[in-house]
Nanobody, 124 residues
Framework: QVQLVESGGGLVQAGGSLRLSCAAS????????MGWFRQAPGKEREFVAA????????YYADSVKGRFTISRDDAKNTVYLQMNSLKPEDTAVYYC?????????????????WGQGTQVTVSS
């Protein structure tokens, strides 16, 4: 089992920045990729970004490219999501997820473990 704990959400004005953290524990040796997803009220959960656990390869949704950066700290078993130039449409609950799969990083159905979520609210 893998446990994921997110932190760093909050309220920010449009144009501002936030950094989310996701600390992984347990069977972290089984993880191949870590991802961030988000879900706004009344909408489907959508992919935001992913990073391979060992190689550091990254993948982003078009809606966040150039604004968000995903990174990891191997020593801390932690993945970060730096969010800059935030927009009101970025408002959502953000979830961290872990997968043992080597493909299909953009699909929530390929992730085995999920954090509890952290709220990000961007005011206009």
């Amino acid at each position: 089992q893998v446990q994921l704990v997110e932190s760093g959400g909050g309220l920010v004005q449009a144009g501002g920045s936030l950094r989310l953290s996701c600390a992984a524990s347990g069977r972290t040796d089984s993880i191949y990729v870590m991802g961030w997803f988000r879900q706004a009220p009344g909408k489907e959960r959508e992919f935001v970004a992913a990073i391979s656990w060992r190689g550091g390869r990254t993948y982003y949704a078009d809606s966040v490219k150039g604004r968000f950066t995903i990174s990891r700290d191997d020593a801390k078993n932690t993945v970060y999501l730096q969010m800059n130039s935030l927009k009101p449409e970025d408002t959502a609950v953000y979830y961290c997820a872990a997968s043992a799969r080597t493909t299909g990083w953009g699909s929530q159905y390929n992730y085995n473990y999920w954090g509890q979520g952290t709220q990000v609210t961007v005011s206009s």
